[in-house]
DNA sequence: TGATGGATTACA
DNA sequence: GTAATCCATCAA
């Protein structure tokens, strides 16, 4: 019976998603999410508290038919549609009620490339899913997938542990892109000198400063 | 009910 | 730099 001590990797992750959603953010670095027949390795992420003090979230206000899943268990995928033409994709983390989650920003496709680049216009490899939106154009992830236990075996979505784990002295953390406040976050991790990590931008108003 | 701007991307 | 373009949120 000893053992039972030693846990699957997938256990681990569960419960690694389960707990505080910063460690849980480092942790998908390098675990891989399938969808579609395409499975990414994902190299950079973006964490959110829920209604605990953290405006950029948009679980910050409560819950709503949008943000439902992200009150629920840890493990679930939040889809949102943003700019008016594009999917995010985010992993529910933390426990029932608490709404945090982690944005997938970015990957490297590891499988089903053809299939990538079929939903996606660029056929520049390294591009295919590199930002979250294009992310999720990659793997065929829209509004159907909400709500996707990304834990179950026969789910749409699926998450896996890392092939090889990500070492820390490959961890590098700052602030979150496209968002407004929060600057002294550094809550955006992602994988040091990896070609799929997208460009720091800082947040530009759409309107004209007068 | 109307205004506003967004966890983005592609292109000039 | 800006257009594309739906939707959640907020003020009135």
Excluded at 38 to 61: C, F, K, L, N, Q
Excluded at 83 to 93: E, F, K, L
Aim: charged fraction near 25%.
């Amino acid at each position: 019976m000893g053992d039972r001590a030693r846990r699957t990797p997938l256990s681990a992750l569960r419960d690694l998603l389960a707990g505080p959603v910063l460690p849980a953010a480092r942790g998908l670095l390098g675990c891989e999410i399938s969808a579609g027949g395409v499975t990414v390795r994902i190299t950079e992420v973006e964490a959110y508290a829920g209604t605990d003090g953290d405006p950029a979230s948009h679980a910050y206000r409560g819950r709503t038919a949008r943000n439902a899943v992200m009150f629920g268990p840890a493990g679930f995928l939040y889809v949102y549609f943003t700019y008016g033409m594009h999917w995010c994709a985010n992993v529910v983390t933390g426990v029932e009620g608490e709404a945090s989650a982690v944005l997938l920003r970015a990957g490297l496709v590891v499988g089903g490339a053809d299939l990538a680049r079929e939903r996606r216009r660029s056929t520049v490899e390294r591009d295919l899913a590199r930002g979250p939106a294009r992310l999720c154009q990659a793997l065929g992830v829209d509004r159907t997938a909400y709500g996707a236990d990304l834990l179950a075996p026969d789910s749409p979505v699926r998450l896996s542990p890392p092939v090889t784990p990500v070492p820390d002295s490959l961890v590098a953390a700052g602030p979150r892109v496209g968002v407004t406040g929060a600057l002294d976050r550094e809550w955006r991790f992602w994988i040091d000198g990896d070609p799929t990590v997208s460009a720091y931008r800082r947040h530009v108003p759409r309107k004209r400063a007068q």
